[in-house]
């Protein structure tokens, strides 16, 4: 049998596979305002007390860790200062043969949406940006990033991301330890690196009592966290 030229194009065409792509993006700058203190009190509720907590980690059904390679993409190039600015595009890749699910709304106010105001679960996720200097000292930098929400009642808040997909998303950062009591500077060379985390959430609220559960997603992912190199001068005079 005879095959024409088009013919062998379009068999080339299907014996090709199909390439990974990036899902979506997001810019996480611009944090959002924190909402009012009492505006998810319970009826009768000046106040909520702390009842107790449960915690946990959220594991895979399929029995091992999902892999994920969490990569940074880019950064400013500006003179990376002590105590200034640093923005960063980060990219969040799945690198495992099963379908992920992660938050992607930046709207806060998604955790309580159609929820009952006395037991209301969500999920949020965060980029947490680490600066290393060798063995000597690894330290995480004060962020100045919205964090992702999602619920279970607003499919639209969770994106799933098939294997070899990946977001990107943007953040911006302090240059400064968000270690409280870290007093050392920052001052030299680094290498920067970025963390995911996710993690599952739950409020159950009685008489003004709330029970928190928190649920990580450490034992649900194996992350691979290149890093690359920075370098950070010292705070000038007058800043």
């Known amino acids: 049998m005879l095959i024409r030229p088009a013919q062998l194009v379009f068999l080339g065409l299907?014996?090709?596979p199909s390439l990974p792509q990036r899902s979506s993006s997001v810019d996480l700058t611009v944090p959002n305002?924190?909402?009012?203190r009492d505006s998810h009190l319970p009826s009768g509720c000046s106040q909520l007390t702390t009842r107790g907590y449960g915690d946990g980690f959220v594991k895979p059904e399929w029995g091992k860790p999902l892999n994920?390679?969490?990569r940074v993409a880019n950064f400013s190039k500006e003179p990376h200062v002590e105590g200034g600015e640093l923005k960063l595009d980060i990219e969040?890749?799945?690198d495992s043969d099963h379908v992920i699910k992660i938050p992607w709304s930046t709207d806060p106010e998604i955790?309580?949406?159609?929820?009952?105001?006395?037991?209301?679960?969500?999920q949020s996720g965060q980029f947490i940006v680490y600066v290393r200097d060798g063995e000597r000292m690894t330290t995480p930098l004060k962020s100045l990033s919205q964090r992702l929400y999602s619920t279970e009642l607003h499919p639209e808040s969770i994106l799933s991301l098939n294997p070899g997909e990946w977001i990107t998303a943007t953040i911006k950062e302090k240059?400064?330890?968000?270690?409280?009591?870290?007093k050392e500077s920052l001052a030299g060379d680094w290498r920067l690196y970025v963390?995911?985390?996710?993690?599952s959430r739950s409020n159950g609220i009685k008489d003004c009592q709330v029970m928190i559960g928190t649920f990580t997603y450490m034992d649900f992912y194996h992350q691979t966290n290149p890093s690359v190199p920075i370098s950070i001068t010292p705070r000038t005079i007058g800043q």
């Open 92 to 94: 969040l890749h799945n």
């Open 68 to 70: 994920i390679s969490v």
């Open 175 to 182: 240059i400064q330890s968000d270690y409280p009591y870290y």
């Open 14 to 16: 299907l014996a090709i």
């Open 195 to 199: 963390d995911w985390e996710q993690t």
């Open 111 to 122: 955790m309580y949406k159609d929820q009952s105001p006395t037991s209301y679960r969500w």
């Open 33 to 36: 305002p924190a909402p009012a």
